[in-house]
Nanobody, 117 residues
Framework: QVQVVESGGGLVQAGDSLKLSCKAS????????LGWFRQAPGKEREFVAR???????YYWPSVEGRFTISRDNAKSMTYLQLNNLKPEDTAVYYC???????????WGQGTQVTVSS
C-alpha cells in the first residue's frame, strides 16, 4: 500500500502564498490518484483537490482559482500551491492516495496551515 508524507505548512498572513509537498512511496503510483484534504478546527475533513497520474485535476469549488495541485511522477511527489490565502483556509492539510475508482485510503499525518487576518 502507498504511504504519503506531507510537508510545507506554516503561519502566513491573508493574501500570502504557501506550497505544500507530499512524497508518495510503496506502490505502483500509476494506479493511484493523489489528493489533498483539510480539516479546520471543529469541522469535518473536506476534500480540496486531486490529481491523476496523467495530470487530470479536480478542485473543490471554494479553492478553485486560488489553489493549484500538481504531480511530478518521476519524483513521486504531489504539490498543492495555495495562493491568496484567507483566514478560513486555516486547517490541517492532509495528503491522501487512493486506487483509481476507489476510496482515498492512505493518509499522511497532516501539516498545519494557519492564515492570520
Amino acid at each position: 500500500q502507498v504511504q504519503v508524507v506531507e510537508s510545507g505548512g506554516g503561519l502566513v498572513q491573508a493574501g500570502d502564498s504557501l506550497k505544500l509537498s507530499c512524497k508518495a512511496s510503496g506502490g505502483p503510483l500509476r494506479n493511484y490518484v493523489l489528493g489533498w484534504f483539510r480539516q479546520a478546527p471543529g469541522k469535518e475533513r473536506e476534500f480540496v483537490a486531486r490529481v491523476r497520474w496523467g495530470g487530470g485535476t479536480y478542485y473543490w469549488p471554494s479553492v478553485e482559482g486560488r489553489f493549484t495541485i500538481s504531480r511530478d511522477n518521476a519524483k513521486s511527489m504531489t504539490y498543492l500551491q495555495l495562493n491568496n490565502l484567507k483566514p478560513e483556509d486555516t486547517a490541517v492539510y492532509y495528503c491522501a492516495a487512493g486506487v483509481y475508482g476507489g476510496e482515498f485510503d492512505s493518509w499522511g499525518q497532516g501539516t498545519q496551515v494557519t492564515v492570520s487576518s
